[in-house]
């Protein structure tokens, strides 16, 4: 494949040359399903997630401004459609449940799981689709995308104390799935010997 500069790549998209488009699609395809399947429910999802994303992209590649790097400004705008797909009517009508503040323990240390060394980023990813859109969405803003609480409540429209609440609920569940997961691999591993 030819390789571009990064100018010539985004002088070409905003041509709206599908040579300079599809390269550019193709190079950032891996990383950015990566995010987008943090999100999604599943990868069908995260793959509709990342096509919607590149065509934002291309549809606003002039507001570009050269302001912080293009593959940050690519990333935000990618992270950008996977809150706007969470915030969605379908979604936001499915979440009206109320969180009791006063469960949350805001100074209860983070456990970290030995475990966590043991399984592929793919098996995680596979996890994080599993827990609830809400608290998906808040556990990715907050560990992969390193918002803090306050930026995250204002976002998706929440208190602090239920951003801290969905984060230290995925953590908690994510950490039995994969004390699960390994105790599985383990028991198979004896079976075999």
Same mark, same amino acid.
């Given at each position: 494949?030819?390789?571009?500069?990064?100018?010539?790549?985004?002088?070409? $998209?905003?041509?709206?040359?599908?040579?300079y488009?599809?390269y550019l699609y193709? =190079?950032?395809?891996?990383?950015?399903?990566t995010i $987008?399947? *943090?999100y999604?429910k599943? /990868?069908p999802?995260?793959k509709?997630?990342?096509?919607?994303?590149?065509?934002?992209?291309?549809?606003?590649i002039?507001?570009?401004r !050269?302001?912080g790097s293009?593959?940050?400004?690519?990333?935000? =705008?990618?992270?950008?459609? $996977?809150l706007d797909h969470v915030k969605?009517?379908?979604?936001?009508n499915? /979440?009206t449940?109320?969180l009791n503040?006063?469960?949350?323990d805001?100074?209860s240390?983070?456990t970290?799981n030995?475990?966590?060394q043991?399984?592929?980023f793919?098996e995680?990813?596979?996890l994080?689709?599993?827990l609830?859109?809400?608290?998906?969405?808040?556990f990715?803003l907050f560990?992969?995308?390193?918002? =803090?609480?306050?930026?995250?409540?204002q976002l998706l429209?929440i208190?602090?104390g239920?951003s801290?609440? !969905?984060v230290h !609920?995925a *953590?908690s569940?994510?950490?039995?799935?994969i004390?699960?997961k390994n105790?599985?691999?383990?028991?198979?591993e004896?079976?075999?010997i």
């Open positions: 494949m030819l390789r571009y500069t990064e100018q010539e790549i985004i002088n070409g $998209c905003r041509k709206r040359d599908p040579v488009e599809e193709k =190079t950032y395809y891996n990383i950015f399903l $987008c399947a *943090r999604a599943d /990868m999802d995260a509709q997630l990342l096509n919607d994303g590149f065509v934002k992209i291309f549809m606003n002039n507001s570009f !050269h302001e293009f593959e940050g400004w690519m990333r935000k =705008t990618m992270v950008n459609v $996977c969605s009517n379908y979604l936001r499915s /979440m449940m109320q503040e006063a469960i949350i805001q100074n240390p983070a970290y030995e475990g966590l043991n399984i592929e793919k995680l990813v596979a994080i689709q599993l609830p859109a809400v608290t998906r969405t808040v990715n560990v992969f995308e390193e918002y =803090t609480h306050k930026e995250i409540a429209n208190s602090e239920t801290y609440w !969905h !609920h *953590r569940v994510l950490q039995k799935k004390k699960n105790s599985e691999n383990q028991l198979y004896r079976k075999r």
